[in-house]
């Protein structure tokens, strides 16, 4: 009941000119990334508050919420899985729980906001002392949405100025075919090189690495050097 609740309220605050601006900025056009996704037309506060009112949510209507096909209730299902997941800190089992059950669910995560909400929460969390293979597997999928939560689930290391996995994820993905890859592998770069300049420096520079990388890749990696430099390696 609490699936067709919170639905009820999202639609309640659908507007259709928003569902269309949506629709355009999330390329769900055939043939391109979000193709087939919906919009109602939601903005973001109005998730918020129906995130904060719905605290406790089964996990059977989470499950009902993440396979609709309107991005805002698969939107609040995940917001919500983030939430138990902070709210479980001292039960490992419940964490284990969310973490099995969101890698079980990757085809729903479906659009890069999706993705990058939701993945450093759960699955970068997760596995922060534990084992990172599934980091791997998952950028070895050949799925992109698996293959972008891989790259943005090592955030919470890097803010821990653990770069190893992020540089090594990075390398598996240089040449990915996909733009929004080329973002997410630039972002975490540039991550890094706000911490450690050097660390990131050298890993462009490694191989003349920068030379072959995607340009958008290349353009978010830098985006933070000193002009001087960022241009000298755009040209080179």
Request: some cysteine.
């Amino acid at each position: 009941m609490t699936y067709q609740i919170i639905k009820d309220e999202l639609m309640a605050g659908a507007t259709p000119q928003k569902a269309a601006d949506l629709s355009r900025f999330f390329k769900t056009g055939k043939g391109q990334y979000g193709e087939g996704d919906q919009f109602m037309g939601v903005t973001v506060p109005v998730i918020r508050q129906i995130v904060k009112k719905y605290k406790l949510v089964e996990r059977d209507d989470i499950q009902k919420l993440l396979q609709d096909p309107y991005h805002e209730c698969r939107m609040i299902a995940l917001q919500l899985l983030v939430n138990q997941y902070k709210n479980s800190k001292q039960d490992k089992s419940k964490q284990k729980e969310i973490f099995d059950f969101y890698l079980a669910n990757t085809q729903f995560i479906n659009n890069w906001d999706l993705v990058d909400l939701s993945c450093g929460e759960i699955v970068g969390k997760y596995l922060y002392d534990k084992s990172r293979e599934p980091l791997y597997q998952l950028a070895h999928s050949g799925f992109l949405w698996e293959e972008r939560i891989a790259i943005i689930s090592t955030l919470p290391y890097i803010k821990s100025d653990q770069f190893d996995d992020t540089l090594q994820i990075a390398k598996i993905l240089l040449h990915h075919p996909h733009d929004l890859i080329h973002k997410a592998v630039g972002w975490m770069l540039r991550e890094i090189g706000k911490r450690d300049f050097e660390a990131e420096y050298q890993f462009l520079m490694e191989n003349n690495r920068y030379q072959s990388m995607p340009r958008t890749m290349l353009r978010y990696a830098i985006e933070k050097f000193p002009e001087d430099l960022r241009q000298r390696i755009l040209k080179s």
